[in-house]
């Protein structure tokens, strides 16, 4: 990507001997929301805690803004991090929270006043500047970490899991507010994730770590329907992973035909993608379970267990019955080994 605002060129990161994260290469634009995305160890939060100067690199270089940040202190780096645990101030009021780092920076009290009332006012806050941290709810508590940062007019704003501690409601009305609050202010914006839902909603693009490495990097559509290995595409959903041989599908377990040509070493199927009531194989129902719109089986079958969902109006195979199903060439995703 031309232009970058976030460029880590050749950046190498260790824990002691250990190389976290090899010879890493990403550029982040201006005012883009990107999700470093992935398993527990993959770097994610490595990359991110290196962005953020609190990682020194072992080799590499980190440029924000055109500026060469690579040994530059944290404090001195324009960068606000929102963490996991929020980390505010229990003894504080929410304006006192926000208002905080901007007393640090020995603001006239008129200024920081005016900041932390926009500041909150941006999170949706306006009337909670009284109120401490235990007095507000979890995605209150959320904004107001983000107001905090925000305040300080970072010129990139990390943020580490930050939707991890809120429930399933609470989590869909943040990723709207944070989307939000985000083309509200311009701000380029880093966020550390492994729900890959959280990442699919929220982000401009997906970098996709293993092993700290990038495996895909894309926009949200891209890796969702196009993953361009079998990590990205078991990663994303798709759980039902076979080996093409010729005209066939191949397991540990056996094979079934594939029906169709598949000119690839590997190809997968959601679990939406495959047909249950229909089609020219048969396996036995071992689990199903409801899931509100639809009704998720687990079947045993030559090649091992399939993972399958079924609408919610097609009527119930019960556990232990044999059903018919297919795996179409229409929900296929042909694989790289």
Wanted: glycine fraction near 8%.
């Amino acid at each position: 990507m031309s232009d970058a605002f976030v460029s880590l060129s050749d950046l190498t990161l260790s824990y002691g001997q250990t190389v976290a994260v090899p010879d890493l290469d990403l550029d982040i634009a201006e005012g883009e929301l990107i999700a470093l995305l992935g398993p527990s160890g993959c770097g994610k939060t490595t990359t991110m805690r290196a962005i953020a100067g609190l990682l020194t690199p072992t080799s590499g270089k980190i440029v924000i803004d055109g500026r060469d940040v690579t040994r530059t202190p944290a404090n001195q780096r324009g960068i606000g991090l929102v963490f996991q645990s929020y980390a505010l101030f229990p003894h504080l009021s929410a304006f006192e929270n926000v208002a905080f780092g901007l007393r640090l920076k020995k603001l006239p009290e008129r200024e920081i006043r005016a900041k932390t009332e926009a500041g909150l006012d941006t999170v949706g806050l306006a009337g909670f500047e009284k109120r401490k941290p235990a007095e507000l709810s979890g995605g209150q508590q959320q904004r107001l970490a983000l107001a905090r940062s925000l305040v300080m007019e970072p010129k990139v704003l990390l943020l580490d899991e930050p939707l991890s501690n809120l429930d399933a409601r609470l989590r869909l009305e943040m990723r709207t507010e944070l989307q939000r609050v985000q083309k509200d202010t311009g701000v380029t914006m880093v966020f550390v994730t492994h729900d890959q839902s959280e990442a699919l909603a929220l982000a401009d693009r997906i970098v996709l770590m293993k092993d700290g490495r990038i495996e895909q990097l894309g926009t949200p559509d891209e890796l969702y329907a196009r993953p361009a290995t079998v990590f990205a595409a078991d990663f994303m959903g798709f759980e039902n992973i076979f080996s093409v041989n010729g005209m066939e599908l191949v397991s540990e377990t056996g094979r079934l035909p594939l029906g169709f040509e598949a000119d690839c070493p590997k190809i997968a199927w959601r679990p939406a993608g495959v047909t249950v009531g229909e089609g020219p194989h048969s396996g036995k129902v071992v689990a199903s379970s409801f899931a509100g719109d639809h009704r998720e089986y687990v079947l045993e079958t030559p090649l091992g267990q399939i993972k399958a969902d079924a609408p919610i109006e097609i009527a119930e195979v019960p556990a232990g019955a044999v059903v018919s199903f297919d795996l179409p060439q229409s929900t296929s995703r042909a694989l790289a080994a």
